[in-house]
Every structure is written in structure tokens, then in C-alpha cells.
């Protein structure tokens, strides 16, 4: 299976970012960064965006 792009940290405040695992930069979601957000919107984010990264990587071919 393919390496997932995206992940989990939980910040200092509590918070958490979602992140790019490449990279180590938040996640850049409609031109905003991924951070400051509550566990369940993270947690769902991470998964939208790794179905979508995976579907794009597959439709190039990558795997």
C-alpha cells in the first residue's frame, strides 16, 4: 500500500495540525494552512485528503 500524505500532530495548545508528511508543512487547504483545528475535524480532514492525494495518484499512475 501507498504511503498516506497526510497526518496527524497534536500542538502545544491542544490543538492539532494537519500535515504533510513529505514536507513537515501543514497542509495547505483552500490557501490556508491546516492548524489550530479540533481532533474530529483533523481527523476527517486527514482522510479527505488522502483519498484525494491517492485517487490523483493513482489517476497519474504513480502505483
Known amino acids: 500500500m501507498a504511503q498516506q500524505r497526510y497526518d496527524l500532530r ?3 495548545d ?15 487547504v483552500y490557501g490556508a494552512p491546516a492548524e489550530g483545528l479540533d481532533m474530529e475535524y483533523a ?5 479527505l485528503l488522502n483519498a484525494v492525494d491517492l485517487k490523483r495518484r493513482v489517476a497519474r499512475g504513480d502505483l
Open 14 to 28: 491542544g490543538s492539532w495540525t494537519v500535515f504533510d508528511v513529505f514536507t513537515g508543512q501543514p497542509a495547505d
Open 10 to 12: 497534536k500542538d502545544p
Open 43 to 47: 481527523d476527517d480532514l486527514v482522510d
